[in-house]
Antibody
Framework: QVQLQESGPGLVKPSGTLSLTCAVSGGSISSSNWWSWVRQPPGKGLEWIGEIYHSGSTNYNPSLKSRVTISVDKSKNQFSLKLSSVTAADTAVYYC??????????????WGKGTTVTVSS | QSVLTQPPSVSGAPGQRVTISCTGSSSNIGAGYDVHWYQQLPGTAPKLLIYGNSNRPSGVPDRFSGSKSGTSASLAITGLQAEDEADYYCQSYDSSLSGAGFGGGTKLTVL
């Protein structure tokens, strides 16, 4: 079955850029799924960041749109997140996820284990 | 501020039935978009529990059920077990986000 694994620095300086990659195994990133990033600040709920299709089409949360870039690398079967101008409010566990969009709406059927990113000097 | 509204906490004794509500608006549940539920055990990633309002993925016990009506949805858990103690999140597509909107999460305590 499809598995997702996040990787990237666990510590980012304020005003810097957070960069994470999600490796997809057990399936192709060129399937009919979208691929998404979701984050969870400490002790808080889930927040959708954005998503990408293998064609490169993207959708971003309006509250983060000016700072977010999600890209896909089909040759490596992975997709990535860049979040610029980070502050302490961006400290969170970041999950990559496989999205199903269809007759039953938009939902995540596969989640990565998550990676903790702390913004601090 | 979450897109969907859930009670912060619910509790019940083993064997009892509990429900968790999820209230939306005209840009998500009220617009006809389906509701989905996730279970997050302590220290782990969320797991899909219910999709399409009332469908269970393979492996999810039939003690878990979902329903939707108007601008709200509910998750019901019957025969409560200690292992059900977790955070539960509802989620729906939101047209104002052009993406997923989540509830703030409900912590279920098994007494």
């Amino acid at each position: 079955q499809v598995q997702l694994q996040e990787s990237g620095p666990g510590l980012v300086k304020p005003s810097g850029t957070l960069s994470l990659t999600c490796a997809v195994s057990g399936g192709s990133i060129s399937s009919s799924n979208w691929w998404s990033w979701v984050r969870q600040p400490p002790g808080k709920g889930l927040e959708w960041i954005g998503e990408i299709y293998h064609s490169g089409s993207t959708n971003y949360n309006p509250s983060l749109k000016s700072r977010v870039t999600i890209s896909v690398d089909k040759s490596k079967n992975q997709f990535s997140l860049k979040l610029s101008s980070v502050t302490a409010a961006d400290t969170a566990v970041y999950y990559c996820a496989r999205v199903v969009i269809g007759g039953s709406g938009w939902y995540v059927d596969v989640w990565g284990k998550g990676t903790t990113v702390t913004v601090s000097s | 501020q979450s897109v969907l509204t859930q009670p912060p906490s619910v509790s019940g004794a083993p064997g009892q039935r509990v429900t968790i509500s999820c209230t939306g608006s005209s840009s998500n549940i009220g617009a006809g978009y389906d509701v989905h539920w996730y279970q997050q055990l302590p220290g782990t990633a969320p797991k899909l529990l219910i999709y399409g309002n009332s469908n269970r993925p393979s492996g999810v016990p039939d003690r878990f059920s979902g329903s939707k009506s108007g601008t709200s949805a509910s998750l019901a858990i019957t025969g409560l077990q200690a292992e059900d103690e977790a955070d539960y999140y509802c989620q729906s597509y939101d047209s104002s986000l052009s993406g997923a909107g989540f509830g703030g999460g409900t912590k279920l305590t098994v007494l």
